[in-house]
């Protein structure tokens, strides 16, 4: 900010320094006229009356007066409008800086908007994906277990088409309520589709799995005890671990994990 200021300076100096040396080139130029033009008539001067002589500089004079006077205006008018120029240069920039916040802001809450699912407030897929691989990552590095659920919600086609989608979002968000509620913060909660959920849980044993298994029928009882609908909400799940002694992809672990889950889903419809 203060080069900017500097260079205003400058710039106004500049233009009061070249006003002045106009000023001055214009008396020498007229001096220097007069001097021939003196010169010029000396051979005439006895004949020319003296108040001619001095009429003539007179007017000479106020010729130069009137100069430097024209000559200043147009320097000051010149700085005036360098600095109303500068004011609108400025409130341009200060809009421009505005504007490009506004269009970050906004190119930001699209973004988090992309990874968010608009329901539940979850991440979606493609919040999911990135975040699970750097989690695999970290696990691989710190030789740490970790455990995927993939989760599907069950009947969803018979609940949105005998009591509408609206109902069907209720469910979808129940379930999604649940979820957080029974997992942790740390551990990575997402819908990856139209009623799939998955969730990364980092730190589990198998004892911890089978326990968060119990809770969540658990609190699937409570929610319909408490909802008395028609309909019981309930899901099917599938489980694969992840062991850093033999990595995996993320993908890998979703295809297994759905696939334990279809298994399931499928024992629930043979019973």
Known sequence: MKKEEDKKIAAINAIKFNTKMYNLTALVVVFTLMLIIVNSVTSLVNYIPKYSIIALLSIVSVLVVINYYLSKKVALNSIEHMQDYEKEVNKLLIAMEKEMDTQKLKQEQLEAMSLKDELTGLHNRHGFMPLAKQYLKTLKRDKSIAYI???????????????????????????????????????????????EFVILTVGSTESGVELINSRLQKKFDEANSAAGKEYTISISYGVAKYNPEGPCSIEDLLTRSEKSMHEQKKGKQNT
């Open 149 to 195: 659920f993939y989760a599907d919600i069950d009947n969803m086609k018979r609940i949105n088409d005998t009591y509408g989608h609206h109902e069907g979002d209720s469910v979808i968000k129940t379930v999604s309520d649940i979820l957080q509620d029974l997992y942790s913060g740390s551990d990575l909660i997402a819908r990856i589709g139209n009623d």
